[in-house]
């Protein structure tokens, strides 16, 4: 038989959608139990996005975990976009009054997690053969099995699912009950990890002939790079010295260098767009990457599960109160998905921009220069850029 147990709310997921989520229920005095597939060193160390919005930024000061963040983290008030070796800075405090800070995810995750840990709150590591049941009744139940190998039921009010693109929650929902939007892009970034000082004080976002590339950084000391590539290629065909080939002819301007040096981490990552309405059905919703993904070129992919958990902390508190049932969580959802498709149009922009598409004929390409040289020469143009990347108000 197996262990039996009952909390408020079941967060399945423990990535940053469901910590912060955690945490936000936590502070408000609701019991959670926080569930995760993967050891605790591999969700403290996978890579991810770096980039926070002001709200981002406002919010884990609020969970009083932005000590770090604060501390060892970049702030910057522009990015460049450097379009055929011609740049422009877009400077976004000076246009908006905000903005973002370089903190990377996993430091998040890790911080989250401490604060967890060190608060005494249940957080499983390792759990397989998680389950979600009865999630259309006013008692949902999700069960799981230990590394022990000891079986657990955890009967609660709500369930969220945080467990990302590939998780179980979002296919635990009955057939029909999602509408699926997606797009797939023809091409993916090429990620390196180097121990070099950046070679710029702000991000840079290229776009040329070649392809698009992306200056960023981690800290002090390690560089963030990126460069487009094919769908299909893989990181076997891209030796180091090819990589900092391509990023030299990518990022290449007057007067300016590319510092070089070892390679500790790369990858490929797909480049897609993806959104799954409604985010609830009965007492399950989803948060994050289980409802949604946007390439990456936006900076909104952290900043999403951020905007998501702080509406629907405030949806499952009344859920958890008695104030409130199952429509809140829709309400939940709706509001949400005005905020996600403003998100997801923005980083659809900006990809669609940026990037050279293998299929653009001589018209779509002058289309694309033409858009480049609007963003680039009008304040208009740029303030709308400015306060996207930023982040809109929730």
Known sequence: MPVSGRTQVAIVGAGPAGLLLGRLLELRGIDTVILEARDRAYVEQRQRAGILEQLTIDLLDELGIGGRMRSEGFFHEGIELLVDGEPTRIDMTGLTGRRVALWPQTEVVK?????????????????????????ETPVPRVTWTRPDGARHEL????????????????????????QIAEREYPFGWLGILADVAPSCEELIYASSERGFALHSMRTAAVSRLYVQVGHDERIED?????????????????????????????????????????????????????????????????????????????????????????????????????????????????????????????????????????????????????????????
């Not at 911080?111 to 999630?135: C, K, N, Q, Y």
């Not at 990302?164 to 929650?169: K, L, M, N, P």
């Not at 399950?284 to 999403?304: M, R």
């Open 111 to 135: 911080d989250l997690v401490g604060a967890r840990i060190a608060a005494g709150l249940p957080l499983h590591f390792e759990v397989a053969d998680v389950t979600l049941h009865d999630i």
């Open 155 to 178: 009967a609660c009010d709500a369930i969220a699912g945080c467990d990302g693109f590939h998780g179980i929650a979002r296919a635990s929902l009955p057939a029909g009950a999602l």
């Open 238 to 394: 891209w030796p180091d010295a090819r990589i900092w080939e391509e990023l030299q002819l990518r990022l290449a301007r007057d007067g300016w260098t590319l510092h070089e040096g070892p390679i500790t981490e790369k990858g490929i990552t797909p480049m897609r767009s993806f959104v799954a309405a409604p985010m609830a059905h009965g007492r399950l919703a989803l948060a994050g990457d289980a409802a949604h993904i946007v390439p990456p070129t936006g900076a909104k992919g952290l900043n999403l599960a951020a905007a998501d958990v702080r509406v629907l902390a405030d949806a499952l508190e009344e859920l958890c109160a008695g104030r409130a049932g199952e429509e809140e969580l829709s309400r939940y959802s709706e509001r949400a998905l005005r905020r996600i498709w403003r998100a997801e149009h923005f980083s659809w922009w900006m990809t669609s921009m940026l990037h050279r598409f293998p299929d653009l004929d001589p018209f779509d390409r002058a289309l694309q220069r033409s858009q480049l040289a609007y963003v680039t020469s009008s304040e208009a143009a740029m303030t709308t850029l400015a306060e996207n990347y930023v982040g809109l108000p929730l």
